[in-house]
C-alpha cells in the first residue's frame, strides 16, 4: 500500500479528480456514433523571432519553451472549448533511470496535464502553474497510462480518447533547415521523403519542435497539426494553427498581460460577427413605434368585416372584436383599471380571454395572465407580486381566488352590453402589456414586465411562411402564461389574418387536434418539437410549421419538412418572443440550428469577459435591440444582474444575457448548445431547477435537495430529484403538487445517504445514481440466455446479484474484463462476438436481445499447440491489442518512414542488414495471441525476408507509381495476433535510384 507506484497513483487520482471527460472542441461536424481514426496533417512554420520571443519568455520565467507552448495550447483550447478545465497529454521518453540508457525498446508514456484556467490570471501566473504541475507530471511520471484509464474509469466512449483528446508532442532539432533535407553517406544520397498513414489517434495532436542553424541561432518553429477529419475540416485547423500563433506572439509579448486581453480573432472576423449577428441595428433609426391596440384598430378599419377570430362553432369580425373589447375596456375603466396597472386573467384559451386581453390592453394596463392548473398558492403570490388591481376570470373558475383579497371582474357581467362600443385612447408604446412569470432560481417566480413596442417591432416585421399575412390561419393552442400566446394571437390580427382559438379538450387530444387543424384549414402553428411530434402531418398541407420552446431534434425536422415549411426559432420572454428564426428546413440535414437575428434584433455570443467568441466556439448569447424587455416586476436587483450595459451601441442601451450556450455557424446561423446555468427547459417550459430544490427543502424530513435533468435516453428529457433526511420519497411529488405547477414536478424522486460532492465541494453530477421510474431496480432475468448472461458477469465482476437492466461497465466492468467477458460469452453460448458488443449493448437485457436475434455464428476455435513460456503483454500493448480487438485492424498506430537513396545501393548488403535488426530485437518479432480472451507475447524465431513477408529483396516500380505504393504500405493494417509488426519493401524506381520504405506498428 506504500509502494511508490501506490504514491504516484495517489497523486494522479486527487489532481485528475472531476476533470471534464471530453473536451468540447468546436469541430464542423458532430461527433459519430464511432470514430474511424480517419485522420490528415497540416504543417506548421512559424519564424525565428517568435522562437526567440518563446525562449526569452521561458528563459525569465524559469521555463522551458515546451512549458511555454504547453500553457499557450491551454490558453487556446480554453477559449474554443469554453472550459476553464483544461487537459492535454504529452509524451515522455520513460528513461529517467540511467540504467535504460544502453536498453533498446520502447518506454514512452503519456501524461496529462490539467490546467486550471480560472478567473483571470496573467499569462506569467499562468506559465507558474504549468511549469509546476509539468515538473510534479514528471515526478509521477511511472504509472503507465493504461493504468490510469483503468483506476479513474472515465465513462467508456467509441468517439472520443479517454481523459485527453489533445496530444502535444514536442522535439528539438539541432540541424538547419537544409542539413535535414538528406544524409550524405560515402558514395550515396539519403532524402527523407513525407509519408501520411492518413489516421488519427487524437481530435488534435500536435507535434511541434525548435530548430537551429549550424551556428547554434534560431530557425524557427516547425511542426505538424494531425487532426480527425470526420469532425474536422482542414480550413478549421488552418485557423486553429493561426490562433495559436496569434496567441503565442500576444503573450510572449506581453506576459503580464491578463488572459481576458488576448483576442483571438483579427479584424475579419470581428466584421463577420458584427454582420451575421446584425449589430447594424442597434445604430439604425427605426419608424415611430405603435401601441398594440393602435395596430389594431388601424387593421379593423382596413378590413371590418374580414374574421377575425374562430372558436368552435362562433365568428367574430374584426369589428365585432373590436367592439366586445372596447365596451369591456369601458367596464375595466369604470372599475378603476388604467394606465400603470396590472390586471390578472384566470381564463381558460377561449375566444372570450383574446376579447379580455385586447381589452386590458386598450386600458393602458397590463395583464397578467394566470393558467388555472397553477396551484392556488402560486396564483396568490403573483397576484400579489404583480400588485394586480382587479382579476377578469369566469364564474366556474372565481372559486379559485376564494380567500383572496382582490376585486373579480366576471367576463360575462351583464351590464357589459350597455357600455360604450367606441374605443379609449390608445396607450403609449413604451407602456407595459403583459406581465408573465417564469420559473425563479430563488425559489421564487420573477414577472417580465413588455412593452407594447416589443410586441408590434417583432410582429410588423417578420414573414412567417409563403401564405400572404392576410390569408393566413393561425391556431391559438398555448396557455396564455406561455408567451407563445402572444405570438399566436396578434401575428395574425395585427395584419387581417383569422386566428382559431383551441381550447385544451382538443390540443390534448393528437386525432382531434389535427382533425380541427384541417377543418379550419390552419396555415401557421407554432409547437414545440415535442407536441409536433405528436401531431401527424398528412392532411395538414399547406400548413408552415413554426417550432420553438426547447431543443428540435432532426426526426421532427425530417417528418414534417418533406410536405410542410418548418422554421425553427428561439427567444426568451425577457426578449420578446422571438429572436432568431430559421429559413425553411429541408429534410435529412441533422439537428437544426435556431436561425439568424430577427430584425430588430441584435445577437451576440460572449465569453465570460464579454469578448465575442470566434465563429464555431460555444459561448453565452446576449441579446439586445428593440425586443429587449423592461426587466424583472419589482426586482431591481434582480434585473439589474441580467439586463446588462451593451458595450457595442450606444451609452444607455442594453442586452440581456439568456444563460443560453450557443455558437455561430460557418453559415451564420446559431446552434443551441446547453444551458450556463440549472435552468432547464423541458416540453418549451422554462424550468429553473432551484425552484424546485427551494420546495424540496421546505418539505418536513428532506435536509438537503438537488434537481438536475436527465436524458436517460436520447430525446426523453426529465427532471430527477435527490434528497437526503428521512423523508418518504414516494410522497413528494405529491406535495410538491400543492406549490408549484405540473411541468415543474420531477419524474423521480430518489433518497440517498448524502449528496455527492467533488473535490471541490460542488455536486458531483456524474456521482448521482440513474433514476428508478419503476417500484424496483431489480430486474430478474427472464430467458435461458439471460440467465446465463447474469450469471458470467456476476462471475467476471465477482458479485453474487445482476440484474438485466444493469450496466456492465456500471458495475465496475473495464476493457479488460469486458474481454474477459465476451470470451466466456463465446465459448458458453457457441457464439462470435467482438468486445465491441458490450460496449454497443452493456445491460444483460440488450445483450441477449442481440444474441437471441443473430444465432450462432461462431468461428472454428483455435487449437493450442506447444510454444514457449508465455509473457504477458505490457500495459501499452495491452491498450493495443484491446484497442485492435474492439475497433479491428486499422492503420492509426502505424509509424512510417521512407527515403529516397541515390547511389550505387548494396542491395544485399541492406537486405541482411534489416535481417540482423529483425534478429537482433525481439519485439520486431512478436505477434499477439490470446487463449479465452487472455493475449501473451509469443516471439518467433528469426529467418531471413521476414520484413518483407519473404518477398523478393527489391522490387522494380516507374516512379510515376511510387506514391500509390507508399500510400499502400504506410496504410497496411497489422493483425497483431498473427503478424509481426513491421513491414519493409526496397523498390528500384531507376538506376541507382531506390525507396525504402518501413511502417512499423507500435
Known amino acids: 500500500p506504500h509502494s511508490p507506484i501506490t504514491t504516484e497513483l495517489e497523486y494522479w487520482e486527487h489532481t485528475l479528480a472531476g476533470m ?45 519553451g515546451f512549458m511555454v507552448i504547453q500553457a499557450a495550447i491551454a490558453v487556446l483550447l480554453s477559449t474554443i472549448s469554453a472550459s476553464p478545465d483544461v487537459a492535454i497529454g504529452f509524451a515522455v521518453a520513460g528513461r529517467d533511470d540511467p540504467a535504460l540508457d544502453e536498453l533498446v525498446g520502447f518506454f514512452v508514456n503519456t501524461l496529462v496535464l490539467r490546467v486550471d484556467l480560472t478567473g483571470d490570471p496573467t499569462f506569467t501566473e499562468l506559465l507558474t502553474q504549468v511549469r509546476t504541475r509539468s515538473l510534479e507530471a514528471f515526478e509521477y511520471q511511472h504509472v503507465p497510462f493504461e493504468v490510469l484509464v483503468e483506476r479513474l474509469n ?36 539519403v532524402t527523407s521523403l513525407p509519408l501520411d498513414t492518413h489516421s488519427a489517434r487524437m481530435d488534435l495532436a500536435f507535434s511541434l519542435g525548435e530548430r537551429f542553424t549550424d551556428t547554434g541561432d534560431s530557425a524557427g518553429l516547425t511542426g505538424t497539426v494531425e487532426f480527425r477529419t470526420d469532425i474536422f475540416d482542414a480550413t478549421t485547423i488552418e485557423t486553429l494553427i493561426q490562433r495559436l500563433e496569434r496567441t503565442l506572439i500576444a503573450i510572449t509579448s506581453d506576459p503580464g498581460r491578463s488572459l481576458s486581453s488576448v483576442d483571438l480573432l483579427d479584424q475579419t472576423e470581428h466584421t463577420r460577427l458584427d454582420e451575421i449577428g446584425n449589430r447594424a441595428v442597434l445604430h439604425t433609426h427605426t419608424r415611430s413605434a405603435m401601441s398594440v391596440p393602435a395596430l389594431f384598430a388601424e387593421q379593423v378599419a382596413r378590413t371590418p368585416n374580414a374574421t377575425a377570430l374562430s372558436c368552435g362553432a362562433r365568428s367574430w369580425t374584426y369589428l365585432q372584436l373590436e367592439q366586445a373589447a372596447n365596451r369591456l375596456s369601458h367596464l375595466l375603466s369604470d372599475h378603476g383599471v388604467g394606465s400603470g396597472c396590472v390586471v390578472g386573467l384566470l381564463m381558460q384559451r377561449t ?11 386598450e386600458t393602458g394596463a397590463a395583464y397578467l395572465p394566470i393558467d388555472p392548473e397553477h396551484p392556488r398558492a402560486r396564483i396568490e403570490f403573483m397576484l400579489t407580486d404583480a400588485t394586480s388591481v382587479a382579476v377578469i376570470t369566469t364564474s366556474d373558475l372565481a372559486g379559485r381566488l376564494d380567500g383572496i383579497d382582490i376585486p373579480i371582474i366576471d367576463i360575462n357581467d351583464p351590464t357589459l352590453e350597455s357600455q360604450p362600443s367606441t374605443a379609449l385612447p390608445a396607450p403609449r408604446p413604451d407602456t407595459i402589456a403583459y406581465l408573465i412569470y417564469t420559473s425563479g432560481t430563488t425559489g421564487i417566480p420573477k414577472g417580465v414586465a413588455t412593452t407594447h413596442h416589443n410586441i408590434t417591432q417583432l410582429l410588423t416585421t417578420l414573414n412567417t411562411g409563403p401564405t400572404p399575412a392576410s390569408k393566413q390561419v393561425w391556431a391559438q393552442c398555448h396557455s396564455l402564461a406561455f408567451d407563445v400566446s402572444v405570438w399566436e394571437i396578434w401575428s395574425p390580427l395585427l395584419h387581417g389574418g383569422r386566428l382559431v382559438v383551441i381550447p385544451d379538450s382538443i390540443t390534448l387530444s393528437p386525432g382531434d387536434f389535427h382533425d380541427l387543424l384541417a377543418a379550419e384549414h390552419v396555415t401557421v402553428l407554432t409547437q414545440t418539437p415535442t407536441a409536433a411530434a405528436m401531431l401527424t402531418p398528412e392532411g395538414l398541407e399547406p400548413l408552415t410549421l413554426i417550432l420553438g420552446g426547447e431543443r428540435c431534434p432532426a426526426q421532427v425536422i425530417d417528418r414534417w419538412a418533406p410536405t410542410h415549411t418548418v422554421i425553427n426559432g428561439y427567444g426568451p420572454t425577457e426578449t420578446t418572443m422571438c429572436v432568431s428564426l430559421t429559413a425553411p428546413l429541408a429534410p435529412g440535414s441533422g439537428t437544426p440550428p435556431i436561425g439568424s437575428p430577427v430584425p430588430g434584433a441584435a445577437l451576440f455570443v460572449l465569453d465570460r469577459w464579454l469578448r465575442p467568441v470566434p465563429v464555431g466556439v460555444t459561448g453565452e448569447l446576449y441579446v439586445a435591440g428593440d425586443g429587449v424587455s423592461c426587466g424583472y416586476w419589482r426586482r431591481g436587483a434582480l434585473t439589474a444582474t441580467r439586463f446588462v450595459a451593451c458595450p ?162 456500471d458495475l465496475g466492468g473495464d476493457s479488460l474484463s469486458a474481454m474477459r467477458l465476451i470470451a466466456a460469452i463465446n465459448t458458453t453460448l457457441d457464439t462470435d462476438l ?52 474492439l475497433q479491428g485492424r486499422s492503420p492509426v498506430y502505424n509509424m512510417p518512414i521512407a527515403f529516397r537513396i541515390s547511389g550505387e545501393l548494396d542491395i544485399e548488403a541492406l537486405d541482411a542488414a534489416l535481417d540482423d535488426v529483425l534478429a537482433r530485437h525481439e519485439s520486431l518479432r512478436t505477434i499477439f495471441p490470446d487463449t479465452d480472451g487472455v493475449p501473451f507475447q509469443q516471439v518467433l524465431p528469426t529467418r531471413p525476408g521476414m520484413w518483407r513477408r519473404d518477398g523478393p529483396a527489391a522490387i522494380p516500380l516507374p516512379e510515376q507509381d511510387i506514391d500509390d505504393a507508399l500510400a499502400e504500405l504506410a496504410g497496411y493494417r497489422f493483425d497483431l495476433s498473427t503478424e509481426i509488426p513491421i513491414r519493409a519493401h526496397i523498390y528500384s524506381i531507376g538506376p541507382e535510384q531506390h525507396i525504402v520504405a518501413i511502417v512499423l506498428h507500435h
Not at 519564424?47 to 524559469?62: F, G, K, W, Y
Not at 438537488?706 to 414516494?730: Q, W
Not at 437471441?852 to 501499452?876: I, N
Open 20 to 64: 471534464p471527460e471530453h473536451l468540447e472542441l468546436p469541430t464542423d461536424r458532430p461527433y459519430p456514433p464511432t470514430t474511424d481514426h480517419h485522420g490528415a496533417s497540416l504543417k506548421v512554420e512559424w519564424p525565428a523571432e517568435l522562437q526567440q520571443q518563446i525562449n526569452r519568455t521561458a528563459r525569465e520565467h524559469n521555463a522551458t
Open 154 to 189: 472515465p465513462a467508456r466512449s467509441l468517439v472520443h480518447h479517454p481523459l485527453v483528446q489533445v496530444l502535444l508532442a514536442w522535439q528539438n532539432f539541432a540541424e538547419n533547415n537544409e542539413s535535414t533535407a538528406g544524409l550524405q553517406l560515402e558514395n550515396l544520397d
Open 351 to 361: 375566444a372570450q380571454a383574446i376579447t379580455a386581453i385586447a381589452a386590458v390592453l
Open 648 to 809: 457595442y451601441a450606444a451609452p444607455g442601451a442594453r442586452m440581456y444575457r439568456t444563460g443560453d450556450l450557443v455558437r455561430w455557424g460557418n453559415d451564420g446561423q446559431l446552434h443551441y448548445v446547453d444551458r450556463a446555468d440549472e435552468q432547464v427547459k423541458i416540453r418549451g417550459y422554462r424550468i429553473e431547477c432551484g425552484e424546485i430544490r427551494t420546495a424540496l427543502t421546505q418539505l418536513d424530513g428532506i435536509e438537503q435537495a438537488a434537481v438536475i435533468a436527465r436524458e436517460d435516453h436520447p430525446g426523453d428529457k426529465r427532471l430527477v430529484a435527490y434528497i437526503t433526511g428521512t423523508a418518504n420519497p414516494a410522497t413528494i411529488r405529491t406535495q410538491l403538487a400543492e406549490h408549484l405547477p405540473t411541468y415543474m414536478i420531477p419524474a423521480a424522486v430518489m433518497a440517498v445517504a448524502a449528496l455527492p460532492l467533488t473535490v471541490n465541494g460542488k455536486l458531483d453530477i456524474r456521482a448521482l445514481p440513474a433514476p428508478e421510474y419503476t417500484a424496483g431496480g431489480y430486474r430478474a432475468p427472464s430467458t435461458p440466455v439471460e440467465e446465463i448472461l447474469t450469471t458470467l458477469y456476476a462471475r467476471i465482476l465477482g458479485l453474487d446479484h445482476i440484474g438485466v437492466d444493469d450496466s456492465f461497465f
Open 834 to 885: 467482438s468486445v465491441r458488443t458490450v460496449f454497443d449493448t452493456p445491460t444483460v437485457a440488450r445483450l441477449a436481445l442481440g444474441i437471441d436475434g443473430a444465432g450462432s455464428s461462431r468461428a472454428p476455435r483455435l487449437v493450442p499447440v506447444e510454444r514457449p513460456e508465455r509473457v504477458p503483454l505490457s500495459y501499452a500493448q495491452q491498450r493495443l491489442w484491446f484497442i485492435d480487438q
